[in-house]
T-cell receptor, first 113, second 113 residues
Framework: DVKVTQSSRYLVKRTGEKVFLECVQD?????MFWYRQDPGLGLRLIYF???????EKGDIPEGYSVSREKKERFSLILESASTNQTSMYLC????????????FGPGTRLTVT | GNSVTQMEGPVTLSEEAFLTINCTYT??????LFWYVQYPGEGLQLLLK?????DKGSNKGFEATYRKETTSFHLEKGSVQVSDSAVYFC????????????FGTGTRLKVLA
């Protein structure tokens, strides 16, 4: 059974803290993605990685960075958390070709106070 | 640019009613089309997909046909159940000039017993 796991389901952080969200997939997928999901806005792509140490900015990268040191792991970093980063964060992975579906993790609901 | 438009929700139906959720897309090239479902508190799961024109994707009683002439991929189910209550997302990938997966904003379905 294929699996994408995220390090936390719920997280509460204070404004200004550095936040790490981790994602691990066991399917040997080349592509990994970070999205945020907000009511009425659907899924918005933050960052994308198509290989180890390779990354591309998505639609809303400001305030975020990512790290992919190993193929199976993709980390999202909030350098200095702000209240407008309170959201649901979803990680996904897929094979390299765009004809293949994405597999999603369960999500991390982050609250920044 | 590439985009996905799906009908606004929420959609409220009685059990055993017929379901249609409309999805239209704009894309260059030959994208693959997907429907994902998100149950409360979970990540997105692939429901069905179609990779070329006139393909029909089907799963768990749901169906959608890739209509290139109308650029549509409407989701249908003949008889919904309470357990189908969820948020449904239409998406495309593999359009020319982009690696991205493009998601609609989601349609919430509520099925009443």
């Amino acid at each position: 059974d294929v699996k994408v796991t995220q390090s936390s389901r719920y997280l509460v952080k204070r404004t200004g803290e550095k936040v790490f969200l981790e994602c691990v997939q066991d399917m040997d997928h080349e592509n990994m993605f970070w999205y945020r999901q907000d009511p009425g806005l659907g899924l918005r792509l933050i960052y994308f990685s198509y290989d180890v140490k390779m990354k591309e900015k998505g639609d809303i990268p400001e305030g975020y960075s990512v790290s992919r040191e190993k193929k199976e792991r993709f980390s999202l970093i909030l350098e200095s958390a702000s209240t407008n980063q309170t959201s649901m964060y979803l990680c996904a992975s897929s094979l390299l070709s765009g004809t293949y579906e994405q597999y999603f993790g369960p999500g991390t609901r982050l609250t920044v106070t | 640019g590439n985009s996905v438009t799906q009908m606004e929700g929420p959609v409220t139906l009685s059990e055993e009613a017929f379901l249609t959720i409309n999805c239209t897309y704009t894309a260059t090239g030959y994208p693959s089309l997907f429907w994902y479902v998100q149950y409360p508190g979970e990540g997105l799961q692939l429901l069905l997909k179609a990779t070329k024109a006139d393909d029909k994707g089907s799963n768990k009683g749901f169906e959608a046909t890739y209509r290139k002439e109308t650029t549509s991929f409407h989701l249908e189910k003949g008889s919904v159940q309470v357990s189908d209550s969820a948020v449904y997302f239409c998406a495309l990938s593999g359009a020319s000039g982009t690696y991205k997966y493009i998601f609609g904003t989601g349609t919430r379905l509520k099925v009443l017993a």
